[in-house]
Structures are given as structure tokens and as C-alpha cells.
Nanobody, 125 residues
């Protein structure tokens, strides 16, 4: 499956953004779709995931209560809704998908075989 991430941009602290992860080639229904973020020189960090088949979601502690994931199967797209943004949310965000992920590997970037290009999110204080 090919992924394309979009929706990043500049937001003020306390603001909101919605990231999109649009898929082509295959339906996302059988895929766990996750979001990761990365700062220069840092490792890619798990942010959130929608387990294949849904509706189970997982979130990093740092974003719980502020980020949610939704799906639009008709558009073959997953969304990351981000509210109450903080400057520390600034990063390049990536979506990733895997059809064979096991739960214990959810947060490991190496377990995903499909990645979208990154989209920059910048939160100003």
C-alpha cells in the first residue's frame, strides 16, 4: 500500500491541526495505521495507532487526551486530529501501515513496511 501524508503546517500553542494519511493500491481496512514523529537527529517516536479493523486506538502518553484518530474507509484515509497543541509537538510526522503487525511491536518503526512522506508540524509558543 502506498501512503501519502498531508495536513501539517504552523499552529499556535493551544491550536489544532488535522493530518491525513491517504492510501492507494490497497484498502487500509486490513492494516494497522500509525503515526510517528521525528525531530532532527532523534529517533522516530510513536504517536498513535488505529489497529487494523478498528476501532481500537493507542496513543503515546504525551498525546493522550489531545490526539485522536478517525477513519474514512470510503476515502481510504486515516486522520490524526491534534488539539491543544504544544511547542513540544513540533516535529515531522509520518504515517505508517502494516498488515501483519503484532501488538508488542506497535511502537517499533522497523515493523512497518509502508510509510508516507513526512509532513512538518510546527507549534509556536
Amino acid at each position: 500500500v502506498q501512503l501519502q501524508a498531508s495536513g501539517g503546517g504552523l499552529a499556535r500553542a493551544g491550536g489544532s491541526l488535522r493530518l491525513s494519511c491517504a492510501a492507494s493500491g490497497r484498502t487500509l481496512r486490513g492494516y494497522t495505521v500509525s503515526w510517528f514523529r521525528q525531530l532532527p537527529g532523534k529517533e522516530r517516536e510513536f504517536v498513535a495507532a488505529l489497529w487494523r479493523g478498528g476501532p481500537t486506538t493507542y496513543f503515546a502518553d504525551s498525546v493522550k487526551g489531545r490526539f485522536t484518530i478517525s477513519r474514512d474507509d470510503a476515502k481510504n484515509t486515516r486522520y490524526l486530529h491534534m488539539i491543544s497543541l504544544k511547542p513540544e509537538d513540533t516535529a515531522v510526522y509520518y504515517c505508517a501501515a502494516s498488515s501483519s503487525l503484532i501488538l508488542s511491536s506497535l511502537r517499533s518503526p522497523t515493523q512497518y513496511n509502508s510509510w508516507g512522506q513526512g509532513t512538518q508540524v510546527t507549534v509556536s509558543s
